[in-house]
C-alpha cells in the first residue's frame, strides 16, 4: 500500500523543460526527507536532489545546480523536480525515494518508485 508513483518524464530538447511529479500513497511525505536520484546508462546512480522533511531545505548535486528545483506541496502529498535548461546528459532514469530521517545528509532511501524516462535529444 506505500507507494511512490514518478510521472512527467518524456522527450524533450536541449534547453527545454520538464516537470517531473512524484505521488504517495499510503504514507504523508511531509514524514520523510525525499529525495530524487537518476542512472544513466553505464554510470552510477546519482542522488541530485532532496528536501528535508521538517525545515523544507533543499540541497542539489553540483550537476544540476541551478537549472533544477525540487519543492513539495503536502496538501498533494506530491513532491516535485523542476527541471530547466535540459542538456543531453541529462538523459537517464529518474527515481524518488523516501527516507526515514529528517534531512537529506547520509540519505537512505526506504520507498522507491519505479522510475521516469527523460530523455534529451535534439
Known amino acids: 500500500q506505500l507507494q511512490l508513483v514518478e510521472s512527467g518524464g518524456g522527450l524533450v530538447q536541449p534547453g527545454g523543460s520538464l516537470r517531473l511529479s512524484c505521488a504517495a500513497s499510503g504514507f504523508t511525505l511531509d514524514s520523510f526527507a525525499i529525495a530524487w536520484f537518476r542512472q544513466a546508462p553505464g554510470k552510477e546512480r546519482e542522488r541530485i536532489s532532496c528536501i528535508s522533511s521538517t525545515t523544507g531545505s533543499t540541497n542539489y548535486a553540483d550537476s544540476v545546480k541551478g537549472r533544477f528545483t525540487i519543492s513539495r506541496d503536502n496538501a498533494k502529498n506530491t513532491v516535485y523536480l523542476q527541471m530547466n535548461s535540459l542538456k543531453l546528459e541529462d538523459t537517464a532514469i529518474y527515481y524518488c525515494?523516501?527516507?526515514?530521517?529528517?534531512?537529506?545528509?547520509?540519505?537512505?532511501?526506504?520507498?522507491w518508485g519505479q522510475g521516469t524516462q527523460v530523455t534529451v535529444s535534439s
Open positions: 525515494s523516501a527516507a526515514f530521517m529528517r534531512y537529506c545528509s547520509g540519505y537512505v532511501g526506504a520507498f
